[in-house]
Nanobody, 124 residues
């Protein structure tokens, strides 16, 4: 049974930091691309960051580049999102996603598994 369980969300003031975690099980984590997406109320789900596989390339949305860092620990089957210099516009539900067969990393429709999401709220 595939599971992706996010944690680490919460309420933070603008300029603050949060670290999200996503613990994965039930599929071959080390060879899968792992990504973070987010969805704000009334908006489409948008790509945030991806790590293609262990030691592979990482890519970021322009809106978070230089502030967010994605990383993974294959020994723990966990992917992280370190978020610094948070802004109110970063407020959203953040989702972890796994892509077993590599495809367009920015399109949420090309992902195989999803977590339940964790709320991040940034106050001004």
């Amino acid at each position: 049974q595939v599971q992706l369980v996010e944690s680490g969300g919460g309420l933070v003031q603008a300029g603050g930091s949060l670290r999200l975690s996503c613990a994965a099980s039930g599929f071959t984590f080390s060879s899968s691309a792992m990504s973070w997406f987010r969805q704000a109320p009334g908006k489409d789900r948008e790509f945030v960051a991806t790590t293609r596989r262990a030691g592979g390339n990482t890519y970021y949305a322009d809106s978070v580049k230089g502030r967010f860092t994605i990383s993974r620990d294959n020994a723990k089957n966990t992917v992280y999102l370190q978020m610094n210099s948070l802004k109110p516009e970063d407020t959203a539900v953040y989702y972890c996603a796994a892509q077993v067969i590599f495809n367009d990393y920015s399109d949420y429709k090309h992902y195989d598994y999803w977590g339940q999401g964790t709320q991040v709220t940034v106050s001004s």
